[in-house]
């Protein structure tokens, strides 16, 4: 009996010891190579710390392609009007210009193909112009700008180190110490007006990437300033910060006084003195914001407006103090329009950098819109609306 049980028992021993050092192998190699062979976790912090170049995902060569159109398609047939904005190359300007043609698109421009002039003082490749151009389809255009240092820069007589000075004195105010952000006040507030392009528009609508159009356009604006007559409008009204503007009004008086003969009576309760005027009689530092503005483009280009913006720019109040375009073109709608000539957009509702938002004042609108009355800025202190 134990003659018979004596193979199988030498071959348990046999497994159990071939068992062991396999075993004993294998942890050897383990503890040996743990920097070679990750677990669960290991992968999991792996994957969480992944991270790509800038460029990583930016696909080049020929999958993109866009060709600048020559003309721009107007669908009007008695005036000619386009959107207009300024853009940076930036894939951060990309992503906001998309939503807000897009936004555009959908809340009024898909029923009418307006078309956009895309103005940049950098050159926007073929993903850029063709990411931005194909949100209009195929029944809208629209033209890419390069402007030159002429219309995007100093002015011929600015005293640089006077200039640099001022972005240090203000560089604890928002933009205080942005020489780009001066460029773009002088481009928006003036030099625009001599490009080419801008010379055969009627009609602009100015809007500024990453803004919202939040309650569908039922009407057309622009039919809206034409059949009305009307040359310029805006949305909401705000303070400017006292300390980028300290001579401004005082240049702009002195304007008045050397050409009153355009200048509008402050008496006259129609003009826009009564703004930016307080029960003193001293300027309150109001002004009409116009990153969404539709206007007359001929007010601009006008002999008034460009003498006005001309004597500004000659002061160079934008580089040695900060004055920005909207405080600028606010000036010269109280110098030489009436109320009758501007129009507030009351049913539009607006939003800008997801905070000052005009909601519609209407009821019937409210199943349309996106906003929440309460969230209107007109009722915020620092709105100068109830001053219009």
């Given at each position: ?58 696909y080049t060569g020929s999958s993109w392609q866009h ?322």
């Open positions: 009996m134990a003659n018979t049980n004596r193979p199988v028992i030498r071959i348990l021993l046999a497994s159990v010891i071939l068992l062991t050092s396999i075993y004993l192998f294998i942890q050897t190699f383990y503890f040996n190579n743990t920097d070679t062979i990750p677990n669960k976790t290991s992968q999991s912090v792996q994957q969480q710390a992944l991270s790509f170049p800038d460029d990583y995902f930016y060709t600048n159109p020559t003309n721009l398609t107007y669908p009007h047939d008695r005036f000619k009007a386009a959107f207009i904005t300024f853009v940076k190359s930036d894939r951060a300007s990309l992503t906001k210009l998309r939503f807000t043609i897009r936004n555009l698109e959908d809340q009024f421009n898909k029923n009418y193909h307006y078309p956009y002039i895309i103005f940049s003082n950098e050159e926007l490749d073929e993903q850029y112009r063709e990411l931005a151009s194909s949100l209009v389809g195929p029944f809208g255009s629209m033209r890419f700008e390069i402007v030159d240092k002429e219309l995007y820069g100093y002015e011929a007589h600015t005293d640089l180190k006077k200039a640099a000075q001022a972005r240090i004195d203000l560089n604890t105010i928002m933009f205080g110490d942005s020489e780009d952000y001066r460029f773009q006040s002088r481009f928006m507030a003036g030099t625009i007006f001599r490009h080419p392009l801008m010379q055969e528009l009627d009609y602009s609508w100015r809007f500024e990437a990453g803004t919202e159009y939040i309650c569908p356009i039922d009407e057309d604006p622009f039919q809206f300033m034409f059949e009305n007559k009307k040359k310029t409008s805006f949305s909401m009204a705000l303070y400017e910060y006292q300390e980028t503007i300290p001579t401004l009004y005082q240049t702009v008086i002195d304007y008045a006084q050397s050409h009153p003969y355009w200048i509008q009576p402050s008496a006259d309760p129609n003009t826009l003195w009564h703004f930016i005027l307080n029960e003193n009689n001293q300027f309150n530092y109001c002004h009409l914001w116009n990153n969404f503005q539709i206007a007359d483009v001929s007010f601009y280009r006008g002999e008034q407006y460009q003498s006005f913006f001309n004597y500004l720019d000659r002061t160079n109040g934008i580089f040695y103090e900060r004055w920005g375009d909207p405080i600028i073109q606010s000036m010269a709608a109280v110098l030489f329009l009436r109320k009758d000539d501007i129009h507030f957009w009351d049913h539009i509702g607006y939003r800008v950098a997801n905070f000052f938002t005009h909601c519609p004042y209407e009821k019937k609108l409210y199943s349309k819109c996106t906003c929440i009355p309460e969230q209107n800025f007109d009722y915020n202190g620092y709105s100068c609306l109830r001053f219009y």
